[in-house]
């Protein structure tokens, strides 16, 4: 009887080139694997042309297992039933809100999460960001730091000053303008999880800033049990007074006109689309920040940008975009944010969880999912 051909696996949208040495412990002869390194637009998304949309289709028809990064290919019913080959999607972190888990299930595609947690078989390298996230031990979450890094760096102009400094765009220059104290400020958290509340903590303890919360649904006893959840008394928060609320659920409207930082945590979903427009926007202080770590489209772009040209806010930093790889010439890109008149612009391209202890572990997680699949085994952590 002739040798069944080995299963044809693609790992998707890996950047780093840092996947395939987590399957090295795969026989050869079981599985056929093709990294790609790039992102290709999106199926769905409005600007993608029929070419990109078939390209796209192309690329993955021959594949009975994926390896996903995350929402970097988003995965709609459209494109799943023009994948006849696909059995398996192996993908990384948690959420998936651009990925149509009940046409997956009708097909029969098995679609697993990686919850960082690390191999169950104890044959990975022993670190997990999720496992050993003791916060009362400076524990946290990788998105919250790149959060910080961002207020902070818009705050005390870094980037502008090292473009200065390095004499980008003309002869090496020296300070560019004042920074921003946060000392006492008003941080606001539009989406308020987990996420959320360890950004909050350490504006409430390194710089005795006033925490204001909202989201749709949230209650004030919800988010005193998450003060709790990240160490902090529910009232006073050992800064604020002890008749005051640690993390103080408002409105809306007042989170924006009082806040001095606006800081993004919400899950995005049809309802959260769009969730700070021109609204909003005009609400915001024209000295406030605005930082998004969170999802590009819970943004009005279009607004946003508007408002930048015309300086009415402080500034904004983004790690996340509409179209993501961001294309050349997105008006992020090729606007010279740096001319007067418009408000501070500072960009990352979606670093909020790129770590290597996360990525690492997220890999781990699905190399062994993809071994239990050529043994035959339950596979972990299914969602469909």
């Known amino acids: 009887m002739a040798a069944s051909s080995p299963i044809k696996l693609a790992i998707l949208d890996d950047y780093h080139n840092i996947a395939a040495q987590h399957f090295t412990g795969v026989d050869p002869s079981k599985v056929s694997i093709t990294t790609f390194n790039d992102t290709l637009p999106s199926y ?15 690329r993955l028809q021959p594949f009975a297992v994926l390896s996903t990064m995350r929402e970097r290919t988003p995965f709609p019913g459209e494109l799943l039933r023009q994948l006849p080959n696909l059995k398996v999607i192996l993908a990384t972190g948690t959420q998936f809100e651009t990925f149509d888990l009940k046409t997956a299930k009708d097909l029969g595609i098995a679609v697993c999460a990686s919850p960082g947690k690390g191999r169950t078989d104890g044959k990975g390298s022993g670190l997990s960001p999720r496992a050993k996230m003791d916060i009362k031990k400076g524990g946290g979450h990788p998105t919250t730091q790149h959060a910080w890094a961002l207020i902070l760096a818009l705050a005390r102009n870094v980037a502008a000053d090292d473009a200065v400094m390095k004499g980008k765009g003309g002869a090496p220059g020296w300070q560019t303008q004042l920074a921003v104290g946060l000392q006492g400020k008003t941080l606001g958290l539009v989406g308020f999880g987990r996420i959320g509340a360890l950004t909050a903590r350490v504006g409430l ?12 649904n949230l209650t004030q006893e919800r988010a005193d049990t998450l003060a709790e959840d990240v160490g902090l008394p529910p009232n006073g928060g050992g800064i604020v007074g002890e008749d005051e609320k640690t993390f103080k659920v408002v409105s809306k409207e007042e989170l924006f006109k009082t806040s001095d930082v606006v800081s993004l945590h919400y899950v995005l979903s049809a309802r959260s689309r769009g969730i700070v427009g021109a609204k909003e926007l005009g609400w915001m202080k024209e000295s406030a920040f605005l930082i998004n770590t ?54 990352t391209p979606h670093m909020g969880y790129v770590e290597e202890v996360t990525m690492r572990t997220w890999y781990e997680e699905t190399a062994q999912n993809l071994e239990r699949y050529l043994e035959g085994k339950e596979l972990l952590h299914s969602i469909t």
């Open 44 to 58: 769905t998304h409005p600007d993608t042309s029929d070419a990109q949309r078939k390209a796209l289709v192309d």
């Open 205 to 216: 303890l390194a710089w005795g800033m006033k925490i204001v919360c909202w989201s749709e």
């Open 294 to 347: 969170s999802r590009g489209p819970l943004i009005d772009e279009a607004a946003l940008l508007e408002v930048l040209r015309k300086d009415k806010i402080g500034g904004v930093a983004l790690d996340v975009f509409d179209i993501e790889p961001l294309p050349a010439d997105s008006p992020w890109r090729s606007e010279n944010w740096d001319e007067g008149g418009k408000s501070r612009v500072l960009l």
